[in-house]
């Protein structure tokens, strides 16, 4: 009979070929790496998709903003030229000359008489 200092070299070593040996097959290395997945191909293709579509998006936004930061400027030059045209009607209010020569819009009152709605039943 073997002795017990042999055994028990011999089951650590089993051991160790038992489970190196599930390692090696559990990591599939007779699979080839050549098979491509379909659906990460589809999904590669979609993303491609995506950002194409999201180029395209990124230029509609900013020849939009484009133009509105034109017709920004344009309102931004109008309200300066009523705020001068106010200030200006109003240094000349402080002069003491009349609201007619400033050229501003007259306001007219109108009073109508009142809307009459009678119903028969």
């Known amino acids: ?8 070299p011999g089951l650590a ?3 160790l070929a038992f489970f190196v040996l599930w390692a090696a097959v559990a990591a599939h290395p007779w699979t080839s790496a050549a098979t491509k997945d379909p ?3 589809a ?3 979609r993303e491609r998709r995506l950002r194409a579509d999201a180029a395209l998006v990124q230029k509609v936004v900013d020849r939009r903003f484009a133009t509105y930061r034109v017709a920004l400027a344009k309102r931004r030059r109008e309200i300066a030229a009523a705020q001068r045209r106010a200030s200006a009607a109003s240094t000349a209010a ?3 000359v009349t609201a007619a020569a400033v050229s501003a819009p007259s306001v007219r009152v109108v009073t109508l008489p009142p809307l009459v709605i009678t119903r028969t039943s």
């Open 1 to 8: 009979m073997a002795s017990h200092a042999g055994r028990l």
């Open 13 to 15: 070593l089993a051991l």
């Open 39 to 41: 659906r990460l191909e």
């Open 43 to 45: 999904l590669a293709q």
């Open 94 to 96: 402080a002069a003491g």
